[in-house]
């Protein structure tokens, strides 16, 4: 498909990115938080008649490990790759000015990664592994680009708008395809499956072929790139680390830029984890009745969802009339709540009310925190993929941090309840970080 030059701050242009979240989205909500997470404890959980776990252990190269664990060392390992390379990636591709390209390119990695996902197996533990591992690559190393489309695409007064507006596609185009792997899934028979196995196996292959099909109307819209250097040099690598260099001295010479980022950090690494361990703590945490444990943390994921549409056009508006960082500090106070909450729930209802906040919250704050850095980035500039190399490399960092945490809690304790009160300090920081930038701002 032909790409159609539009200018900036066009409906359409807007529209087109801001559908690469529903093209995307899917593998967030099917990979990292719902289908696959329960394709995964129920290959690696062995339970009793009366559903409770007797055993938690994977082996893997061989060392046992406790399932949680591994699967969070493998994801802080695959954000330690990304948060390396994503900077370079970012330098390199505003130089040579192709950053499309090397969107597509993770597009196409992480796509194709989830596809392998339907071999994964006991006895294919090491390619499910690595192909979750390349998943996640794709996914956050596409993310890279696609954010730094922000400023270029819409001016100041439409960013906060256009960030909602792709988080309100995504969550709804991702609500679409789980229910569809959903449908598949709890009426196997009728579609002539032996078992929930291979259904499941398939929603790994439509997550895949959904995030390829529909990234191609935003590509079809979205610019090249703006080219700095010549595609061919030698040192590209050189150049890109120049780029990045660069990009780090405008970032500390602009007033409130940096302190932003460093908040942002802090209360993004708490939100991030949240996120990618939500499923697995109901699976391990919360009583469910026989039977009902999937469709329960179905359920809530999906009320997650669909409540973080709200929650993030909530945040826009609010954002719009009170200032986006006192937004954000209110959101911070809110996820606290929840926090604390959560540290003493074991039934489902309690798990339910705490989904429909979670999501409430989470829609906004992951909304007005691109928004936020997006308006922080001069006007003038055109290089915007190194400038939101540095904000992915922020959340990246920290997830790591909140992942190796959270995996090494879960394995001295075999609980992960005690991780929360950790997650409680870091909103804690954020808060204060942001009342700090405030208070410079204001000075």
């Known amino acids: 498909m032909k790409s159609q030059l539009l200018p900036k701050g066009h409906k359409k242009l807007i529209h087109a990115w801001a559908f690469y979240d529903w093209a995307n989205s899917v593998y967030p909500l099917v990979i990292s938080s719902a289908i696959f997470p329960l394709y995964y404890g129920a290959l690696t959980l062995v339970k009793n008649d009366q559903g409770i776990v007797i055993n938690d252990t994977v082996k893997f190269f061989g060392f046992n490990f406790n399932n949680d664990a591994l699967i969070s060392y493998v994801t802080g390992i695959a954000f330690i790759v990304i948060s390396i390379m994503s900077p370079l990636l970012g330098g390199m591709a505003d130089y040579i000015g192709n950053k499309k390209n090397f969107m597509k390119f993770f597009n196409y990695l992480g796509a194709s990664a989830c596809i392998g996902l339907f071999w994964f197996d006991l006895d294919n533990l090491l390619f499910g592994l690595i192909c979750y591992f390349l998943g996640l690559i794709g996914f956050w190393g596409s993310i890279v680009f696609y954010n730094s489309y922000l400023p270029d695409i819409a001016y100041r007064n439409q960013q906060d708008q256009a960030s909602a507006k792709g988080f309100s596609l995504g969550y709804i185009g991702s609500v679409i395809l789980l229910v569809i792997c959903l449908i598949l899934i709890m009426f196997y028979d009728t579609f002539g499956f032996e078992s929930e196995s291979l259904p499941t196996r398939i929603s790994f292959i439509l997550t895949g072929i959904w995030w390829i099909a529909f990234s191609q109307y935003t590509y079809a819209y979205l610019p090249k790139g703006n080219r700095k250097g010549d595609a061919r040099t030698k040192d590209l690598v050189l150049n890109g680390f120049r780029e990045l260099k660069t ?126 850095y997006s308006k922080y980035i001069p006007e003038k500039e055109k290089d915007t993929a190194s400038f939101f190399s540095f904000y992915e490399v922020t959340e990246k960092i920290g997830i790591v941090i909140g992942m190796f945490m959270y995996g090494f809690i879960a394995q001295v304790t075999g609980s992960i309840r005690n991780a929360i009160l950790f997650l409680i300090l870091f909103f804690a920081g954020g808060i204060f970080l942001l009342l700090r930038l405030k208070l410079k701002i204001k000075n």
């Open 247 to 372: 990009t780090y001295k405008k970032i500390k010479s602009s007033v409130g830029f940096e302190p932003y980022l460093r908040a942002f950090f802090v209360y993004s690494m708490a939100v991030q984890t949240i996120m990618l361990i939500a499923t697995y703590f109901g699976v391990g945490e919360i009583q469910w009745a026989e039977g009902e444990a999937n469709t329960g943390l179905i359920i809530s994921i999906l009320l997650i969802q669909l409540v973080a549409v709200a929650g993030a056009n909530a945040a826009s508006r609010l954002a719009g009339k009170y200032g986006n960082i006192n937004i954000l500090i209110v959101i911070n106070i809110i996820w606290i709540g929840i926090c604390t909450y959560a540290f003493f729930i074991t039934q489902p209802i309690q798990f339910y009310i705490t989904a429909f906040f979670v999501g409430l919250v989470m829609g906004g704050i992951q909304s007005l925190s691109r928004s936020t």
